[in-house]
């Protein structure tokens, strides 16, 4: 079965730093697709960035980018110039990609994000 | 509507009451999860529709669960004789595609349930 660890319960940065947020997951599929969102405290979640497996290059969303390491199954998030709008509880899930199936989403337990001013 | 909304937002209920979640999904949307999210604990899924016809519902914990979306719109997840263990926020996400494609998952607010 398909998890997702993310070993980091809390982080801390200061505002204009950069911070970024671990996230590993266990798979024997080589198709997949790597999700970061972020739940505010009003609880809506919101896509944050996406990455294919099958592509190398990594994704990039304004001042979030990710460094996906396929063989370690490794996918961080980097949060450039961090805003205090950025303070939230941000997930780390997979999705796997083996048609016809159900495009379930599966979440690590989350990183508490504190942003300093 | 602009996004997937929820009703009731919080809902407290007494041991062994039935309840009933509401989700609306973004219109045109062909694909409907439910999630539960524990406190503290990342969501997990519960049940996915394709339309009106529900393809999975391996992630429901017991038969108390149950869903439905008639029409291929709204959705209702309905818990039965609820236990404290129920606790927990209800998500409700959907998407625009269905299958393979890679199509982002929208969630709605959630529902807060409390079971005294």
């Known amino acids: 079965a398909q998890t997702v660890t993310q070993s980091q319960p809390e982080m801390s940065v200061q505002e204009a730093e950069t911070v970024t947020l671990s996230c590993t997951y266990d798979t024997s599929e080589s198709d997949y697709y790597l999700f970061w969102y972020k739940q505010p405290p009003s609880r809506q979640m919101i896509l944050v960035i996406r990455?294919?497996?099958?592509?190398?290059q990594n994704a990039t969303e304004n001042r979030f980018s990710v460094n996906f390491q396929k063989a370690a199954k490794s996918f961080s998030l980097k949060i450039s110039d961090s805003q205090l709008g950025d303070a939230a509880m941000y997930f780390c899930a997979y999705r796997p990609d083996y048609g016809g199936a159900t495009n379930k989403l599966i979440f690590g337990t989350g990183t508490l994000l504190a942003v300093q001013p | 509507g602009a996004g997937v909304s929820q009703s009731p937002r919080y809902k407290v209920a007494k041991r062994g009451q039935d309840v009933a979640l509401r989700c609306d999904p973004i219109s045109g949307h062909v694909s409907l999860f439910w999630y539960q999210q524990a406190l503290g604990q990342g969501p997990e899924f519960l049940t996915y529709?394709?339309?009106?016809?529900?393809?999975?519902k391996s992630g429901l914990p017991s038969d108390r669960f149950f869903a439905e979306r008639p029409e291929g719109s709204v959705s209702t997840l309905k818990i039965q004789r609820t236990q404290q263990e129920d606790s927990a926020v209800y998500l409700c996400?959907?998407?625009?595609?269905?299958?393979?494609?890679?199509?982002?998952?929208?969630f709605g607010p959630g529902t807060r349930l409390t079971v005294l």
């Open positions: 990455q294919e497996a099958y592509k190398q």
């Open positions: 996400a959907s998407s625009l595609l269905a299958g393979v494609e890679a199509d982002t998952q929208y």
């Open positions: 529709f394709q339309n009106e016809a529900q393809l999975d």
